[in-house]
Nanobody, 120 residues
């Protein structure tokens, strides 16, 4: 099976920084994209940032200039460096991966989420 496990969430003051990491495990034939989404209480899940296998990145307007997404050379982890955090960034952050397992069609996978709380 494919598993995505996030880490790095927590409580931080406004203006602070956090670095989220996600480890993807499983027998992967092709990795197409990885990224992060977030969901605040009572709101729909929204895109934060994605990165394709070719290195193209996409960011939500609200995080441009503050967040940076990256992946390691093995392409089994994805990171999100979050700087200048604001209370509006408070949400559960979900790791996302679009991949194809060996012998399976392309599909999307999600982690369980990690809580990020920005508060004084």
């Amino acid at each position: 099976q494919v598993q995505l496990v996030e880490s790095g969430g927590g409580l931080v003051q406004p203006g602070g920084s956090l670095r989220l990491s996600c480890v993807v495990s499983g027998t992967i034939r092709s990795m197409y994209a990885m990224g992060w989404y977030r969901q605040a209480p009572g709101k729909q899940r929204e895109l934060v940032a994605t990165i394709t296998s070719g290195g193209n990145t996409n960011y939500a307007d609200s995080v441009k200039g503050r967040f940076a997404i990256s992946r390691d050379n093995a392409e089994n982890t994805v990171n999100l460096q979050m700087n200048s955090l604001k209370p509006e960034d408070t949400a559960v952050y979900y790791c996302y991966s679009r991949l194809r397992r060996l012998g399976s069609p392309r599909d999307d996978y999600w982690g369980q989420g990690t809580q990020v709380t920005v508060s004084s």
